[in-house]
């Protein structure tokens, strides 16, 4: 199993929408004709959130433009800029899903909504946390593997880390405890970020526009850094591995 991830591509109403001086259309859209070309084997898309920057209808009808060349299941899900509603109604179009969760072959694929209403950080649903529980201990053939926008973990810059997932801890115990947890992979930090926990690797994606400065005290902008997209391939037996494709 194949599967891409592409993160915060902050997409605007308007095609020529910049910011940071970087055209977030054109750029996801070089990223994603990159995809199509390079991966023809691909299995699934994941967009981990922040898909629009204005949460308008608009920007997810470019979000759709620019997936057109997609074959495969694409799936959303929610990031801090983005609109649930937009995001639920864009997916009901062919090939496009916003489920919690989806199965292939032995992995369970689990996709939280971290988005926490009026704020920019991150939190997880008790509803969505009980369902995640409960298939953990129903499937112990299945290996799993977790897509989210915001970081669970400390990612040593004082500003981001500010937007933590406040209560990330509950998914850092269930991974403590439970070793079938193969992977953990984010968004929002515009960078890369990788460590493990047990029996998971956990690591960020970079976003398709803007990149930032790894360990940085604040938000810098990263110049010298180009928009990227991480691919991931899953073992039958439970290996996971993982690369980070830049693309200029
Ligand atoms: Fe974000």
């Excluded at 996709?111 to 953990?136: A, C, H, V």
């Excluded at 928009?227 to 494709?245: A, D, K, M």
Aim: with cysteine.
């Amino acid at each position: 199993m194949k599967i891409i991830q592409i993160t915060d591509l902050h997409l605007g109403c308007d095609k020529n929408y910049s910011t940071f001086e970087v055209n977030t259309y054109q750029s996801a859209r070089m990223i994603v004709n990159h995809i199509a070309e390079s991966h023809k084997d691909l299995d699934a898309l994941v967009i981990s959130g922040d898909i629009s920057d204005d949460a308008t209808k608009e920007s997810y009808s470019n979000l759709l433009d620019i997936t057109d060349k997609i074959d495969t299941d694409i799936y959303l899900m929610p990031g801090n800029h983005d609109s649930i509603k937009e995001i639920k109604e864009c997916a009901s179009s062919n090939k496009v899903n916003s489920e919690l969760y989806f199965t292939h072959g032995n992995w369970i694929y689990f996709m939280f909504n971290t988005k926490k209403d009026g704020s920019p950080n991150g939190f997880l649903k008790q509803n969505e946390i009980e369902i995640f529980r409960d298939m953990l201990s129903k499937n112990k053939d299945k290996y799993f593997m977790v897509f989210l926008h915001h970081h669970p973990v400390e990612i040593g810059s004082p500003t981001m880390d500010k937007m933590i997932i406040e209560n990330a801890n509950i998914l850092l115990d269930l991974i403590q405890q439970n070793e079938l947890i193969r992977g953990v992979s984010w968004g929002h930090i515009h960078n890369v970020f990788e460590t493990d926990l047990n029996n998971a690797k956990l690591f960020s994606t970079p976003s398709t526009c803007y990149q930032s400065k790894p360990k940085s005290k604040t938000f810098i902008i990263d110049t010298g850094e180009t928009p990227g997209y991480r691919v991931i391939y899953f073992s039958s037996n439970g290996n996971l591995e993982t690369q980070i494709i830049r693309v200029s």
